[in-house]
């Protein structure tokens, strides 16, 4: 396996977003249609779905002089391998590391073996952090059978992102294209963070209808940070803009969740926000990159 090493200026970019998926192999025909990225592209009202090639995306954020952190997800032992895998997405940004950084994802259902794959893809493969969707992956975050992967992540001291609140997979189609919701409470977080103190717990998209609990958690546990993706800013809650302006200042992450939230949109909403200036370069840029050991 090609070994990722990043090369970012950090003075060249003027962002870091923490959250960007990409799904097409560079390698492998895409599918002609994907129902539920189509499902994803009707909710968020975008154009830019299905995402493209991991070369693609490292050209379109380069063009911005914008850094991004991206990954797929696992969906489990039980079904067919991704085309895209992790060790592709390491080895694609290790060819574009002046602009990507690479997460992993590992289903907890793949156990001790998933615990193994996690260490050599951070061991041999440098990858920077591991992506967890509750509801597409169908568990708690605070179940046991999750804690082998999580004790790699913990030694390593390498942070886990998770999917909180509401989906935007599934979401208007039959049955919510069998998601659910329950899974993806932050509060479940919390014990998540007590059990793992030095991994790195990074809640992703502000966390409806559990805005209050992901502040809770983020204030009391000094390692679980708040990713603001798969929102335009101008529909935050008050509170988030509260907090994010004062006790969370220095844990607030800027994400898009592009392909389905540009971050060309995502900034310029972000004007319309109480959020101040001088909260916005770590907001933008500073927070992730001290996260992240840059």
């Given at each position: 396996?090609?070994?990722?090493?990043?090369?970012?200026?950090?003075?060249?970019?003027?962002?870091?977003?923490?959250?960007?998926?990409?799904?097409?192999?560079?390698?492998?025909?895409?599918?002609?249609?994907?129902?539920?990225?189509?499902?994803?592209?009707?909710?968020?009202?975008?154009?830019?779905?299905p995402?493209?090639?991991?070369?693609?995306?490292?050209?379109?954020?380069?063009?911005?002089?914008?850094?991004?952190?991206t990954?797929?997800?696992?969906?489990?032992?039980?079904?067919?391998?991704?085309?895209?895998?992790?060790?592709?997405?390491?080895?694609?940004?290790?060819?574009?590391?002046?602009?990507v950084?690479?997460?992993?994802?590992?289903?907890?259902?793949?156990?001790?073996?998933?615990?193994?794959?996690?260490?050599?893809?951070?061991?041999?493969?440098?990858?920077?952090?591991f992506?967890?969707?509750?509801?597409?992956?169908?568990?708690?975050?605070?179940?046991?059978?999750?804690?082998?992967?999580?004790?790699?992540?913990?030694?390593h001291?390498?942070?886990?992102?998770?999917?909180?609140?509401?989906?935007?997979?599934?979401?208007?189609?039959?049955?919510?294209?069998?998601?659910?919701?329950?899974?993806?409470?932050?509060?479940?977080?919390?014990?998540?963070?007590?059990?793992?103190?030095?991994?790195?717990?990074?809640?992703?998209?502000?966390?409806?209808?559990?805005?209050?609990?992901?502040?809770?958690?983020?204030?009391?546990?000094?390692?679980?940070?708040?990713?603001?993706s798969?929102?335009?800013?101008?529909?935050?809650?008050?509170?988030?803009?509260?907090?994010?302006n004062?006790?969370?200042?220095?844990k607030?992450?800027?994400?898009?969740?592009f392909?389905?939230?540009?971050?060309?949109?995502?900034?310029?909403?972000?004007?319309?926000?109480?959020?101040?200036?001088?909260?916005?370069p770590?907001?933008?840029?500073?927070?992730?990159?001290?996260?992240?050991?840059?």
């Amino acid at each position: 396996m090609t070994s990722y090493r990043p090369a970012i200026d950090l003075d060249a970019i003027t962002a870091l977003d923490m959250h960007t998926h990409v799904d097409v192999s560079a390698r492998t025909p895409a599918p002609a249609h994907d129902e539920v990225r189509a499902a994803m592209a009707k909710f968020f009202k975008t154009e830019h779905a299905p995402s493209g090639t991991l070369p693609d995306l490292a050209a379109y954020y380069r063009e911005l002089s914008i850094a991004a952190v991206t990954f797929t997800v696992d969906r489990g032992p039980s079904q067919p391998d991704p085309a895209l895998s992790n060790d592709e997405i390491i080895e694609e940004a290790a060819a574009h590391s002046d602009i990507v950084i690479p997460f992993a994802s590992v289903h907890p259902d793949r156990g001790e073996q998933g615990a193994r794959t996690a260490e050599r893809l951070i061991v041999e493969g440098g990858v920077r952090g591991f992506k967890f969707h509750p509801n597409a992956q169908a568990f708690y975050p605070n179940d046991r059978k999750a804690y082998d992967l999580y004790e790699v992540l913990n030694a390593h001291r390498i942070p886990a992102l998770f999917h909180t609140g509401q989906s935007g997979a599934g979401a208007g189609t039959r049955g919510g294209g069998g998601f659910r919701l329950k899974y993806s409470n932050p509060l479940h977080l919390d014990d998540v963070a007590v059990d793992f103190p030095d991994m790195p717990i990074v809640l992703a998209h502000p966390s409806f209808p559990w805005q209050e609990e992901a502040l809770a958690v983020a204030v009391h546990k000094p390692q679980v940070y708040l990713e603001l993706s798969g929102w335009s800013p101008k529909y935050f809650p008050p509170i988030l803009v509260q907090y994010a302006n004062t006790l969370l200042r220095d844990k607030v992450l800027f994400g898009s969740d592009f392909p389905m939230i540009t971050p060309e949109r995502w900034l310029a909403d972000l004007e319309q926000t109480g959020i101040r200036d001088e909260v916005k370069p770590g907001l933008l840029k500073d927070n992730a990159v001290r996260l992240l050991g840059l």
